[in-house]
């Protein structure tokens, strides 16, 4: 965006000990940044630290991005951090994969081209060709990747190759109904995020919303989460829940699934876009 103004975001996650964060506001500080927004968590279960830093140039000593991360690396080794370092005015590169059911994909394009999500799309990969037509007249890639018995390896080494060449920050599996190998897995290991259709892990397989309305359900839901080797049960992102009751047809739940499963996905992508979620073993800290 033209004349958009510098904004960095640095994520930090440690153990906790005290003076961490006079250390990043000390180092900030000392190079002419000024601090936008910070959010910091104290996980004293765990004995964890997490933090969430904006800030911006605010002065003629202000460094390129590279002499920043070069400089804050030995504040970071004294207190044993993981962190990142982003420049939030380039935009991430997410590679969407979808199957037969379009609704995420129809939501995150329109959400896209809105400027709700700040994010460029490189790619649309598919193993059907039902969303062909409207990926392409949005100007967007579309890779009909067909899985059969035999070729889940070769399928899967192609879309691996399409996410490298397009430089893909994160994959969103936006209701691609395939089971991910544990190699693949491992490939997206911190940067897939996908979609289910209900509260894990109830209801899991085909047909979710008629187990709901056969168990006679009194909410539906869905859950956005991390992608891992063990089905389903990756770190959640976000949730959310829409009431139902006795007068609700099975069509019913399948129409307002889908609207939760659009504004759940939507939610999760902006907070991984924003650098807002950080993972911790199976769950996650976000700063919303």
């Known amino acids: 965006m033209k004349g958009e103004q510098a904004r960095f975001v640095l994520v930090v996650r440690c153990p906790d000990r005290k003076g961490i964060v006079a250390a990043v506001s000390t180092y900030l500080a000392s190079h002419d940044a000024s601090i936008t927004e910070s959010n910091h968590f104290n996980d004293a279960i765990n004995d964890r630290f997490f933090m969430r830093v904006v800030f911006r140039p605010d002065g003629?000593?202000?460094?390129?991005?590279?002499?920043?991360?070069?400089?804050?690396?030995?504040?970071?080794?004294?207190?044993?951090?993981?962190?990142?370092?982003?420049?939030?005015?380039?935009?991430?590169?997410?590679?969407?994969?979808?199957?037969?059911?379009?609704?995420?994909?129809?939501?995150?394009?329109?959400?896209q081209r809105s400027g709700i999500l700040r994010m460029d799309i490189p790619a649309v990969v598919s193993n059907h060709d039902d969303m062909r037509s409207f990926v392409e007249w949005s100007g967007i890639p579309?890779?009909?990747?067909?899985?059969?018995?035999?070729?889940?390896?070769?399928?899967?080494?192609?879309?691996?190759?399409?996410?490298?060449?397009?430089g893909a920050d994160l994959v969103v599996l936006a209701r691609y109904m395939q089971i991910l190998s544990p190699e693949f897995c491992g490939v997206l290991a911190g940067r897939c995020i996908n979609i289910h259709h209900s509260f894990l892990p109830s209801f899991k397989g085909a047909k979710p919303y008629h187990q709901a309305h056969d168990r006679g359900v009194k909410i539906i839901g869905a859950t956005a989460h991390f992608v891992t080797n063990v089905l389903d049960e990756g770190p959640i992102i976000e949730q959310d829940i829409q009431r139902v009751d006795h007068?609700?047809?099975?069509?019913?739940?399948?129409?307002?699934?889908?609207?939760?499963?659009?504004?759940?996905?939507?939610?999760?992508?902006?907070?991984?876009?924003?650098?807002?979620?950080?993972?911790?073993?199976?769950?996650?800290?976000?700063?919303?």
């Open 247 to 288: 007068s609700h047809t099975p069509e019913d739940l399948v129409n307002m699934g889908r609207d939760v499963e659009c504004a759940v996905l939507a939610r999760a992508v902006k907070w991984q876009l924003e650098h807002r979620i950080i993972m911790d073993g199976s769950r996650t800290v976000i700063f919303k």
């Open 142 to 166: 579309y890779h009909h990747l067909p899985v059969t018995k035999g070729n889940k390896e070769e399928q899967e080494a192609q879309f691996t190759n399409i996410i490298r060449e397009s």
């Open 60 to 111: 003629a000593g202000f460094p390129d991005l590279a002499s920043l991360k070069e400089g804050f690396a030995p504040v970071a080794d004294a207190y044993a951090m993981e962190w990142e370092l982003h420049d939030l005015t380039v935009k991430p590169k997410v590679v969407i994969a979808v199957s037969k059911f379009g609704h995420c994909l129809y939501d995150l394009l329109h959400r």
